[in-house]
């Protein structure tokens, strides 16, 4: 008689590294590096196969994007098929400050894009790379308190959102949430810290 296996979590930590097919070794530099600004940090073969290089770039956050690359491949700008359980997209953090000339800059290339587009929470911009991919690079509308994250940010804006009613985080509820989640998380001699009005 066998015993039943209980079932377990396995506990992520955050996205240890993105590796994506590309196409010849000065692409992958001349785009992630010369376009997206990613420091290229680590270059070796692909120990996997030996015709293939095997690139690692650093997309801000101390995470790893990673392309592995072949000579005879060449570049094709042809959409990248969007099937069931293939990548739709992918999402690089920008600052505000960045955001705002990411048009232009993609535009002195040659490069179409959407424009920006209003997400409510975040400003996007989509466009896609020399191989096809769809590229967004979005930007938050807010900074979280002090010790806490995005991803608490959002779920405390999501359950307003949700109660509300309303069909999409906006401002207002990012705003409530930063608030709640300082009353929640720092402390004050105050008894009572509703708002007031001094004038």
């Not at 466009?127 to 900074?143: Q, V």
């Not at 405390?156 to 709640?180: F, K, M, P, W, Y």
Request: hydrophobic letters at 35%; a negative charge; glycine letters at 8%.
């Amino acid at each position: 008689m066998t015993q039943a296996t209980e079932l377990r979590k396995i506990q992520t930590q955050g996205v240890h590294h993105l590796t994506f097919t590309g196409a010849d070794r000065q692409t992958s530099i001349d785009f992630w590096e010369g376009v997206l600004g990613m420091p290229f940090i680590f270059d070796q073969p692909n120990l996997d196969d030996p015709n293939e290089g095997h690139l690692y770039f650093d997309p801000g956050d101390g995470r790893l994007i990673t392309i592995f690359t072949n000579e005879n491949r060449k570049p094709d700008p042809s959409p990248v098929p969007e099937a069931v359980g293939s990548l739709h997209h992918l999402a690089l953090n920008v600052s505000q400050a960045t955001f705002w000339q990411v048009a232009a800059r993609l535009e002195a290339r040659g490069v179409q894009h959407s424009g920006p587009v209003d997400r409510g929470f975040m400003d996007s911009i989509y466009f896609r790379d020399p191989l096809g991919l769809r590229m967004e690079l979005a930007s938050y509308r807010f900074e979280p308190p002090e010790g806490c994250r995005y991803a608490d940010v959002m779920i405390e804006a999501h359950r307003i959102r949700v109660e509300q009613g309303a069909r999409s985080i906006e401002r207002e509820h990012l705003a409530d949430a930063i608030e709640l989640l300082v009353a929640r998380r720092q402390q004050s001699l105050s008894q009572d810290r509703s708002p007031r009005n001094p004038y």
